[in-house]
């Protein structure tokens, strides 16, 4: 009889997308999976099950492999020719994770490691796959913790790195499985009273009066809670997707007696746990509470639990038929599982992707540090009694703390978290990504301050624009003249579309990581990469405003009548994104007339170490001093209206009559980014705020003042729809860098923010409804 138990996971492939990817070619995914710690003791495929015949592809001989050297799974080979390409891989692979050599069972988590295999074209001399030259380019592992380890069902998305921006759907599942099980029959009465059955080491070895070793105890009631979790998140599972699960195993007297005289209060728990599962049938938790009731999921703490358990008359016989039972029943339930997710892998795909999606905002907010947003530091809160009220106080010049000593605060509280995270022990049931939890105070941290100004009262003769009608009444988009008109129309989507503007001497793909992060919360947008200003951003702004606005309205108008074409849409919401002096462009452009058609339409504005008040007050010598030498050498007209020299007056200046312009109050979420790492763009200009020395500056600070008024009196304004108003600090970590030119003269962080999406991850997952 053996009692040796095996961990199975199996890895579902749904779907590859191609997000990003820099090189055409062929790739493939490989799969392997291990103890953690234990790289000598990998995973071992056990089954592959293809659920859809793949795509023949270029004559390309199209088959998964599995490689018994390194008892790894490899993917079919497909060609990738062009961006956000879908390859539907339909692929389960299943690995058996042996526990004969694990010294304490199901205290070792799982690592799942996906690599990304290419192959250029090149370099392919024909059709035959063997003739590919296969080179690992990425990596993405994932951990599944011990406490998930009796019952998993999960979505992980794979993303791999900032080089491969891909996407694979990819689902987990584990179950804990016993096997080769001996039969009852095969040990006579005879010899089980003689107590002279030998059994091999490794094996159960139990007779009438002996004492159970640790191990076997918790190898039985680990498989009794590994059924339990199986059969409850098949309920779950089977009502979540409104599909019936024919549940029909029954539960063994043998068994309950058995666990009845190993532990003589399993019984009691057994049936509060029915009892619970009863009054909470959709408890997520409900399969947590059964492994933490049986002791499984916890590491052991003390030796206590390691010392043998009380004498039990329990003969062989009834341990064999309780361990058959057992394993009968949980062979029947996996098979049950498996066929049900053949049949309906779409709907289960979807469901456990919406249940990822809401895990993120918790788990990831970890990274986030939440303020309460002071817009008025010298204001009585308890006499805001309306906005109103809060608009006079504006008037009055709010004095901030010193800018240095801003950031070394900001610096400060971003430093003592990460020194929190250290010491965090991470323990859940949830897939750890390990881009994320690998080493997690090395990961950037926010500190967020948010603001809701409220709706504004509209009187009962006010005609309402497209974005105050509730969702009962449809609209269709339509074109008159230069004009768009909203018309009531049948039932429709919403048109999503987002504009990327790039900063000084910047590239059309400076903000691809923003953008394809964005596509990965909202895969439905289209998206424009403004480059009609490549090579021209040192030109005046009016005139990149200017072209910008061309460049959105052609690309508005062109979406706008193939859509119309095509379906309904309802509404539509337009975002724009920008980095650096984008910011000042986007603002430009929005007063430009070509733009007056879609201002109502504006939604999301995402502004990324914007010099939204220029560069007064710039603390920065070295940065100073190259603008300086930049107005002198070279003709540069929006360096001087960053520095406020393109006029005599600087009330005449571009920024401060754009400050008096409306740009601001027309989207409905603001949200400005900025980091006192970043010292090319001043700290206050980026978060739009007071600075003591504008404060003190006689000949300049009221300017300021007025500019820092007007923008906030914009952003204040109550309108027909809720708006929100965010300032997120992003603190990077820097220790791990060389000391540069960049970190002298604080340009690293800057760049930073198109070098790095972690930071875009954890704010999109926490306010999806401002990306989505």
Not at 466 to 488: A, D, I, P
Request: aromatic share 8%; proline share 4%; with cysteine.
């Amino acid at each position: 009889m053996s009692a040796e138990a095996v961990l199975e996971v199996a890895v579902y492939m749904h779907r590859f997308h191609n997000l990003d990817l820099f090189q055409q070619g062929w790739y493939q995914i490989k799969v392997t999976s291990s103890w953690e710690g234990s790289d000598d003791i990998p995973g071992v495929p056990s089954r592959v099950v293809q659920y859809e015949a793949p795509d023949v592809m270029d004559d390309s001989t199209a088959i998964w492999q599995i490689n018994d050297g390194d008892h790894s799974f490899s993917t079919r080979p497909f060609r990738i020719k062009y961006a956000r390409q879908d390859v539907h891989l339909a692929v389960m692979i299943s690995f058996n994770l042996s526990l004969r050599n694990i010294e304490l069972l199901l205290l070792n988590a799982v690592i799942i490691r996906f690599e990304l295999l290419h192959a250029p074209i090149d370099l392919v001399v024909s059709s035959s796959n063997s003739s590919l030259q296969y080179s690992s380019c990425a990596n993405h592992d994932f951990r599944i913790p011990p406490k998930a380890l009796l019952g998993l069902h999960a979505y992980c998305p794979v993303h791999f790195d900032t080089w491969h921006m891909v996407l694979i759907d990819v689902t987990m599942h584990c179950v804990l499985l016993k096997v080769n099980s001996g039969s009852p029959n095969d040990i006579s009465l005879e010899e089980e009273n003689n107590g002279n059955h030998e059994l091999p080491d490794g094996f159960l070895k139990v007779s009438l009066e002996s004492e159970l070793e640790p191990r076997d105890i918790s190898l039985l009631k680990a498989l009794h809670a590994s059924s339990q979790i199986l059969k409850h998140e098949l309920e779950l599972l089977g009502s979540a997707i409104k599909q019936h699960v024919p549940l029909d195993v029954k539960n063994h007297s043998s068994v309950e007696s058995v666990l009845s005289k190993l532990n003589h209060d399993i019984r009691d728990k057994h049936f509060s746990l029915e009892l619970e599962k009863g009054r909470h049938p959709s408890d997520k938790n409900w399969s947590s509470f059964i492994a933490d009731s049986l002791k499984l999921s916890e590491h052991v703490e003390s030796t206590e639990d390691l010392q043998p358990q009380p004498s039990c008359s329990i003969s062989r016989l009834e341990l064999l038929e309780a361990f058959n039972a057992l394993g009968g029943d949980l062979l029947v339930l996996w098979n049950l599982f498996l066929k049900f997710h053949r049949l309906h892998r779409v709907l289960l795909v979807d469901c456990l992707k919406g249940v990822w999606a809401e895990e993120r905002s918790t788990e990831w907010s970890m990274w986030l540090i939440h303020c309460k947003m002071d817009l008025l530091s010298n204001a009585n809160r308890k006499d805001l009694d309306s906005l109103s009220h809060n608009m006079q106080l504006l008037s009055k010049p709010v004095v901030k703390k010193p800018m240095e000593e801003a950031c070394v605060i900001s610096a400060s509280r971003a430093d003592l978290h990460r020194r929190t995270l250290e010491q965090i022990k991470i323990n859940s049931r949830s897939v750890q990504d390990m881009q994320i939890f690998g080493m997690p105070s090395l990961l950037p941290v926010l500190i967020v301050e948010s603001h809701t100004i409220p709706i504004e009262r509209i009187g009962s003769n006010t005609q309402p624009s497209s974005k105050q009608l509730g969702s009962g009444t449809s609209l269709l988009l339509e074109k008159s003249g230069n004009l768009l008109k909203v018309t009531s129309k049948g039932p429709g989507k919403i048109l999503r579309v987002v504009v990327f503007v790039h900063g000084f001497q910047g590239h059309h793909l400076d903000l691809r990581l923003v953008r394809n992060q964005w596509l990965l919360i909202d895969p439905n947008i289209e998206y424009l990469m403004s480059e009609i200003n490549e090579d021209r951003t040192t030109s005046d702004f009016r005139e990149l405003g200017h072209n910008l606005a061309e460049e959105v309205a052609s690309f508005m108008k062109t979406k706008f009548g193939s859509f119309l074409k095509k379906a309904t849409y309802s509404n539509c919401r337009l975002s724009f994104v920008g980095h650096s002096i984008g910011n000042i462009i986007i603002r430009s452009a929005l007063n430009d007339p070509l733009m007056k058609p879609f201002l109502e339409y504006l939604h999301t504005y995402l502004s990324i170490s914007g010099p939204h008040l220029g560069y007064l007050y710039s603390s920065n010598t070295l940065f100073n001093s190259g603008l300086w030498l930049l107005k002198k050498l070279k003709a540069s007209p929006c360096m001087h209206q960053l520095t406020f020299t393109d006029e005599t007056n600087i009330q005449d200046c571009f920024l401060f009559k754009l400050s008096e312009e409306k740009t601001f109050e027309y989207f409905q979420n603001i949200l400005l980014l900025s980091s006192p790492q970043d010292r090319y763009v001043p700290y206050h200009s980026a978060r739009v705020e007071m600075c003591q020395a504008a404060a003190r500056d006689s000949k300049r600070g009221s300017a300021y003042t007025s500019m820092h008024r007007n923008c906030m009196e914009q952003i204040l304004k109550p309108s027909i729809v809720e708006r929100t108003f965010v300032k997120c600090d992003v603190n990077f970590n820097t220790s791990l860098q060389a000391r540069t030119l960049n970190n002298l003269i604080g340009r690293t962080a800057h760049i930073e923010f198109l070098e790095t999406d972690t930071f875009l991850r954890f704010l999109m997952w926490a306010f999806p409804k401002y990306f989505s």
